[in-house]
């Protein structure tokens, strides 16, 4: 046959092509066969449950308290609780004074003691001839014993003659004695009296006799 008398469907080409062309149709139509079979995706996912209807704690859950409430209460009622151990009364105390109590005033009597030295001394009221034992008072009120604003007359006699007068001006020695015997003592009986008298106007008198003997 000559070239002339063919078609285009006898030609080689054409063949091939329409040869490749059912290849790639039998595979796609395997492909869409195989997608087919296979399970929807929403066929395989689980499906959400809704709960039919809403639960509510019951009564008992409730009631329990949260354990920042259960705090609370545990405090509030220790605080609330009374002690059951009973206190007992205290004694009363009494009642302070409304004045303190005044100290002892510098008033009433004096109490006087004419006090010897014992330079001198003999015997238990006796002194020798020359000697020069001074003396001292010691002068007491209610507040104790005074010292200062404290004033002593003092009067010396000899076989009951005045020999000898002194004024002190206080009632307590410093470090010396308050009176002294001018000139030393001579043999015979002496009196020595303290007449002391205050600020506060009070006033004592104490007289003490001694002899004094040769040396």
Known sequence: ????????????????????????GVMVGIKELAGSSEDPPSASAPTPTTPNSTVWPSDDTKALPT?????????????TTPSSTPTRPSAEAPPPDDQEPEP????????????M????????????AGAEPGANTEVYDATGRLDTECYVQWTLKHDGKVVQKHTSSRCRPPSITLFNFEDGLEPGSYTLTAEV???????????????????
Do not use: C, Y
């Open 1 to 24: 046959m000559s070239s002339a008398g063919r078609s285009w469907a006898d030609h080689p080409f054409v063949v091939f092509l329409g040869v490749v062309a059912a290849a790639i």
């Open 67 to 79: 354990p920042e409430e259960d705090a609370t209460q545990s405090s509030d009622e220790e605080a």
């Open 104 to 115: 002892p005033q510098h008033t009433g009597a004096l109490t006087v003691l004419v006090k």
């Open 117 to 128: 030295g014992r330079v001198g001394k003999v015997g238990p009221n006796s002194w020798r």
């Open 197 to 215: 008298t205050t600020e506060w106007n009070q006033a004592g008198t104490d007289t003490f006799s001694f002899d004094v003997v040769p040396a």
